[in-house]
């Protein structure tokens, strides 16, 4: 991919780009402090994208089973970078977030003392646990991978229809 820092005229490459993927295109207001200087976004279900240096940013709750699925594609392997990690770990801990059925995320047990501590010294405040809890094996829970960097136009397209074979409902995306 072509890197866009810097490059004022990003949108036509990010829209190209988003195009090519099936991904829903979404305007945005421009920033000056970002390094690409995109007013243009992408949304598909409950994923979103934003454009980087040459790669793809992707926030969103992907399974843990399509994770996996994604990683057995040998571009899966290697564009669609897990947290965005550039050594391509597979999607496994210490990368998963753990959910349960209500939407909370589960942390293990062994980490309630570093949150305790953090509580107290102020780095973080009480409220900011809201919609977490500890429990000794989050593992018996739901796991997804929150966050990708994606490297090139067929790991784009190619995590673009695993969020369409998750949610059927976007099998037919109008890009605008």
């Given at each position: 991919?072509?890197?866009?820092?810097?490059?004022?005229?990003?949108?036509?490459?990010?829209?190209?780009?988003?195009?090519?993927?099936?991904?829903?295109?979404?305007?945005?207001?421009?920033?000056?402090?970002?390094?690409?200087?995109?007013?243009?976004?992408?949304?598909?279900?409950?994923?979103?994208?934003?454009?980087?240096?040459?790669?793809?940013?992707?926030?969103?709750?992907?399974p843990?089973?399509?994770?996996?699925?994604?990683?057995?594609?040998?571009?899966?392997?290697?564009?669609?970078?897990?947290?965005?990690?550039?050594?391509?770990?597979?999607?496994?801990?210490p990368?998963?977030?753990?959910?349960?059925?209500?939407?909370?995320?589960?942390?293990?047990?062994?980490?309630?003392?570093?949150?305790?501590?953090?509580?107290?010294?102020?780095?973080?405040?009480?409220?900011?646990?809201?919609?977490?809890?500890?429990?000794?094996?989050?593992?018996?829970?739901?796991?997804?991978?929150?966050?990708?960097?994606?490297?090139?136009?067929?790991?784009?397209?190619?995590?673009?229809?695993?969020?369409?074979?998750?949610?059927?409902?976007?099998?037919?995306?109008?890009?605008?």
């Amino acid at each position: 991919m072509k890197n866009l820092a810097g490059d004022k005229n990003c949108d036509e490459t990010i829209r190209r780009e988003l195009t090519v993927a099936r991904i829903d295109i979404v305007e945005v207001p421009p920033h000056s402090n970002r390094e690409v200087p995109y007013t243009l976004e992408g949304k598909l279900g409950d994923f979103t994208f934003h454009r980087a240096w040459y790669y793809w940013v992707a926030k969103g709750l992907m399974p843990l089973k399509n994770a996996l699925e994604l990683y057995a594609d040998p571009a899966g392997r290697t564009d669609v970078r897990v947290a965005g990690h550039c050594g391509c770990p597979p999607p496994e801990a210490p990368w998963i977030t753990w959910k349960d059925d209500e939407g909370n995320e589960i942390i293990h047990m062994k980490e309630k003392a570093q949150f305790d501590n953090f509580i107290a010294k102020g780095h973080i405040k009480p409220e900011q646990m809201k919609g977490r809890r500890f429990d000794e094996h989050p593992e018996n829970f739901n796991g997804f991978i929150d966050s990708y960097h994606i490297d090139s136009e067929v790991g784009l397209r190619l995590f673009a229809d695993m969020i369409r074979k998750i949610d059927s409902r976007l099998e037919a995306v109008a890009v605008r």
